[in-house]
């Protein structure tokens, strides 16, 4: 079975820099999409998009909000996803979510995905 497994969260001061981590414990499928979604602060019913790349098909997308600024990236060895960010804004506080896709195809919207890891908070203080 899936589990995905979040690190990385925490504060930070405006203009810094976090690396989320999001492991694959089952090390089920080689071919996959992953992304990362965030939760803002008093939006218990929202995900909002923020990064997706797909393994199978070569395709990575980003929120305008954060392009430029966040990498997604995976270390194949570790079976694990990468979420650099950099020149972090208040407005990028929030829980952050990794999701992963079957069958490799990267969406925007998060009842695309089929497994998602617990949640790591990400605070941002001006």
């Not at 407005?91 to 979510?97: A, F, K, L, Q």
């Amino acid at each position: 079975q899936v589990q995905l497994v979040e690190s990385g969260g925490g504060l930070v001061q405006a203009g810094g820099s976090l690396t989320l981590s999001c492991a694959d414990s089952a090390h089920t499928f080689s071919n996959y999409a992953m992304a990362w979604f965030r939760q803002p602060p008093g939006k218990e019913r929202e995900r909002e998009f923020v990064a997706a790349r797909s393994w199978n098909f070569g395709n990575t997308f980003y929120a305008d909000s954060v392009r430029g600024r966040f990498t997604i990236s995976r270390d194949n060895a570790k079976d694990t996803v990468y979420l650099q960010m950099s020149s972090l804004e208040p407005e990028d506080t929030g829980v952050y979510y990794c999701a992963l896709e079957r069958f490799g195809i990267a969406g925007r919207t998060w009842p695309e995905y089929d497994y998602w890891g617990q949640g790591t908070q990400v605070t941002v203080s001006s």
